[in-house]
DNA sequence: GGCATTTGACCCTT
DNA sequence: AAGGGTCAAATGCC
């Protein structure tokens, strides 16, 4: 069990997402009817919502289509877990004995870097490289990463980024947990739209709406403070909406250089980035639909406690599937 | 000076 | 003991 979005692949499982996108499509439709002409921030937001909600549909339903043609013809998916070599990160569970180190959970992407070789690539959040380690087996060494706000905001988000010896284009990237670290940015308060009860109820529909398959996740750890978001992140708990999304103070400059030497290293200097897609419109859409969501969420919602947080549109939207349909 | 990266050493797990 | 993950001093850049 390398993702917890595995089920996405080779099941019915980019057919629930679908179902899931309709859903929030459908509490969108009911939340611009209840905004009735007033709040236009909450309007603009609700159509973008609704504008990349059906094109990720869209996305999903064609990588599908791919799939299944593969399938026919035979093809193994070149993002399949076989072919990753990560991806059987977490078989042994992680909890078999309380004395070994702390394991969190773990997400393999494999991304490659566009063919423009200078170009770095961003994933939405900030990182600071901490080390980096020849892997026997591997040409290519492995770059450790932590999120920049780990001491800040104690956010415990790490990842690996290394290499593929295969193709060198292409990285296989194990993120460890999620990032909770929280919204550098918020607009000022007199600024956002007036708190409004019904958007509120139909956004917390929206996110009880927005579930996270976890199947087959190891149970969440002893009841540690620094790790609440953990348990959350690995319990079959609704997807929590927080602002810990491409939006926050995560959102900064690109953790991919693709200088040969100082690849995955994050620079602070670098302005323009790419995704780790191949396609930008597509990476766009979903930081785009964490944007707008997490916005409106600060619109609607009152100032409840942060929520643990949970990248839920990663899980929702199966980044392996989806990058698949670019291979 | 502050911050990020590099890299050898150390620690933990198997 | 080997391999992987993290730490922290040294170094570089702005």
């Known amino acids: 069990m390398a993702r917890s979005m595995g089920s996405v692949e080779g099941n019915n499982g980019g057919g629930l997402v679908v179902t899931e996108l309709s859903h929030i499509k459908e509490l969108v439709r009911q939340l611009e009817v209840h905004l009735g002409g007033s709040h236009d921030l909450c309007r603009h937001l609700t159509t973008q919502i609704f504008t990349i909600t059906e ?32 991806s059987d990160v977490t078989t042994d569970g992680p909890f078999k004995n309380a004395k070994k180190r702390k394991v969190m959970e773990k997400r393999s992407h494999r991304v490659r870097v566009g063919s423009a070789g200078d170009n770095p690539v961003d994933d939405g959040h900030s990182w600071r490289k901490y080390g980096q380690k020849e892997i026997l087996g591997a040409k290519n060494p492995r770059g450790y990463y932590r999120c920049t706000h780990r001491h800040t905001q104690g956010c415990l988000a790490t990842k690996q980024v290394q290499r593929t010896d295969e193709d060198p284009t292409l990285f296989d990237i194990i993120y460890h947990g999620d990032h909770t670290c929280v919204q550098r940015s918020l607009p000022p308060a007199a600024s956002r739209p007036e ?45 929590y909406l927080s602002s810990s999304t491409p939006a926050s103070g995560c959102l900064e400059r690109s953790p991919f250089s693709a200088s040969e030497n100082n690849w995955g290293v994050s620079p602070a200097t670098s302005d323009s980035y790419l995704p780790p897609f191949d396609d930008v419109a597509e990476w766009r859409g979903r930081n785009e639909l964490h944007e707008v969501v997490s916005a409106l ?29 670019f291979a």
């Open 297 to 325: 969420v600060l619109a609607g919602a009152p100032p409840a406690p942060a929520p643990p947080a949970v990248d839920g549109l990663d899980e929702l939207l199966d980044m392996d599937d989806i990058a698949s349909f």
């Open 195 to 239: 708190h409004n009860p019904d958007a509120t109820s139909l956004l917390q529909s929206l996110s009880a709406g927005l579930t996270v398959k976890t199947e087959g996740l190891p149970a969440p750890a002893a009841a540690d403070p620094a790790q609440g978001w953990s348990a959350a992140a690995t319990a079959a708990a609704p997807f």
């Open 55 to 86: 094109r990720s549909i869209s996305i999903i339903t064609s990588s599908n289509d791919r799939k299944r043609a593969a399938s026919d013809a035979g093809l193994a998916s070149p993002l399949s877990p076989a072919a990753t070599p990560t």
